[in-house]
């Protein structure tokens, strides 16, 4: 693939575009543009990760795992981020497991040859640290969120964190691999749900959820999404919608 090219698919990860031009040509004859499916484990817990990810049209889920196979998010990454952060933090094993959450489209680069880059210290170094103070800040917030907001809140604030990774309405969701993520029963979601669609902000029907109104979603999201979203945009420079 050219790098006119793989640029042109690169834009859509704000890591990717924000590279100045001369650091980009380095990394794009690596740079392999992937289809990542539903449910795609991209590495496992306590194994070496192989490669890097940059979503662009996809999004992926970093979730923990206790013994009992029982899963919790704790953070989301989409266009704007990175999935394999701990290469890059001078570790290629992570006690977390980073799995498909929508499908979509991803540059994917040798762990070995990203980390290369990273250690020349140029501007790469930087936005990556950037995004793993984000990152971190991200998941205080969901710890904090799990703690003392309802499940209404919270599935409001995560269904506009996921509509911000994908840019799209549509959203192909199961209520039950929500509750996984959510750390909550699935009956408890699926009340939630209803009263959000009963008060017009999303459609649900089974495996799918449209979003119909982000403005009476926000309203009834937590306070968190706002928290974690104005510290991306200060970290970056980027401006509010």
């Known amino acids: 693939m050219s790098i006119s090219k793989t640029r042109q698919l690169s834009d859509n990860n704000l890591i990717l575009a924000t590279l100045p031009r001369e650091e980009y040509q380095r990394l794009a004859p690596y740079l392999e543009t992937v289809y990542l499916s539903l449910g795609q484990v991209l590495y496992e817990r306590r194994e070496v990760i192989e490669y890097i990810y940059f979503p662009t049209h996809s999004m992926v889920s970093l979730v923990a795992l206790l013994r ?79 703690s003392h907001h309802n499940v209404e809140n919270r599935l409001a604030r995560w269904l506009l964190s996921v509509q911000d990774c994908v840019k799209t309405d549509e959203l192909q969701l199961t209520q039950k691999y929500i509750s996984y993520l959510l750390g909550t029963r699935r009956a408890t979601i699926t009340e939630a749900a209803i009263s959000l669609q009963d008060k017009g902000a999303i459609s649900y029907s089974r495996g799918k959820i449209i ?28 401006k509010k919608d």
């Open 68 to 146: 009992d196979e029982l899963i919790t998010e704790f953070a989301l990454v989409g266009n704007e981020g990175i999935v394999g952060i701990p290469v890059l933090l001078g570790s290629n094993i992570t006690n977390s497991r980073a799995i498909v959450q929508l499908a979509g489209t991803a540059q994917k680069i040798d762990a070995n040859i990203l980390k290369t880059e990273f250690q020349r210290g140029q501007n790469l170094q930087k936005l990556s640290l950037l995004y793993t103070q984000a990152l971190l800040n991200q998941v205080a917030q969901n710890a904090v969120c799990k």
């Open 211 to 238: 979003i119909l109104d982000r403005e009476i979603l926000a309203v009834n999201a937590c306070e968190c999404y706002e928290v974690v979203r104005e510290e991306y945009h200060r970290l970056f420079g980027v």
